[in-house]
């Protein structure tokens, strides 16, 4: 699900006016934000059940804090503040990255295979019929 966030993310990055994920992560590959957010955090984090329980909280209330924008500006008219807005998706991307180097893994690994999902699940593109009767 991981990289079902990072495709939202880049989705959401391209129909606002004015928003890159450029704007937001302020680097341009998922090397350098790697790169920038092992240099923030300690190297003696202790791999323990707390510390992904406290990942996975913050996780939520970023996401939750964003769609909560999206929601009030579609739906309800407000407008949308687009400072607000970069600190939501930056808080969740870096959230997400976090998790993803405390366990090894790798943000650009992740979104590859949530590219390749994708590709085979919609081989001629996406389309709602070819959603509805998806058999991956």
Not at 31 to 38: A, K, N, Q, S
Not at 107 to 117: A, C, E, G
Request: proline share 4%; charged share 25%; aromatic share 8%.
């Amino acid at each position: 699900e991981a990289g079902d966030v990072l495709w939202y993310l880049a989705t959401l990055s391209h129909i606002v006016p004015g928003l890159s994920l450029e704007s937001v992560l302020q680097a341009n590959t998922f090397d350098e934000i790697e790169e920038w957010i092992c240099r923030k955090l300690p190297f003696d984090i202790p791999n323990i059940p707390g510390v992904l329980s406290g990942t996975v909280r913050e996780l939520n209330c970023d996401t939750a804090k964003l769609c909560d924008m999206v929601k009030k500006h579609v739906h309800q008219g407000h407008g949308l503040d687009m400072y607000e807005l970069e600190e939501a998706m930056r808080g969740v991307f870096i959230t997400l990255a976090y998790s993803c180097i405390f366990y090894g893994l790798s943000l650009k690994d992740i979104s590859q295979k949530n590219i390749d999902k994708l590709m085979k699940r919609y081989p001629n593109g996406f389309s709602p019929e070819a959603s509805i009767n998806r058999t991956c």
